[in-house]
């Protein structure tokens, strides 16, 4: 079946300029991740959607972060008067519900790469 | 305050040799270890897990090592292959109802054929 996907794979964007990355689950996963990796960094974790709750957001970086997932599927990411600091790659991942034995293994998409000038 | 330290930054070795990947955690709530393999331009695709009522897991040639007194786990690669060749990440969470992940800084291997 088909995997996590996202979309754009790469963006470049001008600094102060706003962006939005998106990210499809696999179909029937009810929650969604969204992670940074930087040059040489592991992947930082930014927010956290399961089902219905009310999202993680511990990971987000400044206000100028924000997501929203639509109907328990895709989800957005967005990113206001993006900045130079800001350019990295964008992981989004999914996983199966709680109690389905697997709800542990997250899936990852393969990133939206973006650069800030 | 990085909660799980990966060494070495990078590792070189030849076709058939063993490749040890290191991992610490500070954090006693983490009950669940999974390592990643990500390849140039893809995403990282989970590799193998452990929890820590074990100290060994194998699948395939891939087994993890883990000491839970330490704090330590480990990812030993069995007669490593060039398409082995690949960053490897280590991982933890803390399991309850948030599997978000901390992730280590990452591995770079590199087998040369």
Redesign the interface.
């Given at each position: 079946g088909a995997g996590?996907s996202q979309s754009p794979s790469n963006k470049v964007t001008e600094k102060g300029k706003d962006v939005e990355l998106r990210c499809d689950p696999i179909s029937g996963h009810t929650?969604l991740?969204w992670?940074r990796q930087s040059l040489?960094?592991?992947?930082?974790?930014l927010i956290?959607f399961?089902g219905n709750s009310a999202p993680?957001k511990s990971?987000l970086p400044s206000d100028r972060f924000s997501a929203e997932r639509t109907g328990g599927s895709v989800s957005t990411l967005t990113i206001q008067r993006t900045q130079q600091e800001d350019s990295a790659v964008y992981?989004c991942?999914s996983?199966s519900s709680?109690g389905s034995g697997d709800?542990?293994?997250?899936?990852?998409?393969?990133?939206t790469r973006l650069l800030v000038l | 305050q990085q909660q799980v330290k990966q060494s070495p930054q990078s590792l070189i070795v030849q076709k058939g040799g063993i490749p040890i990947i290191n991992c610490a955690y500070e954090n006693t709530a983490f009950d669940y270890f999974p390592w990643y393999q990500q390849f140039p331009g893809k995403g990282p695709a989970l590799l193998i897990a452990i929890r820590p009522d074990v100290s060994e897991k194998k699948e395939g040639r891939f087994t993890i090592s883990f000491n839970k007194s330490a704090k330590q786990f480990s990812l030993h690669i069995m007669d490593s292959q060039p398409g082995d060749s690949a960053t490897y990440f280590c991982a933890a969470n803390g399991g309850g109802s948030n599997y978000k992940l901390t992730f280590g800084k990452g591995t770079l291997l590199t087998v040369n054929p």
């Open positions: 996590v929650a991740y992670y040489g960094q592991g992947l930082e974790f956290y399961q993680d990971g992981l991942a996983s709680w709800q542990e293994t997250q899936y990852f998409g393969p990133g | -």
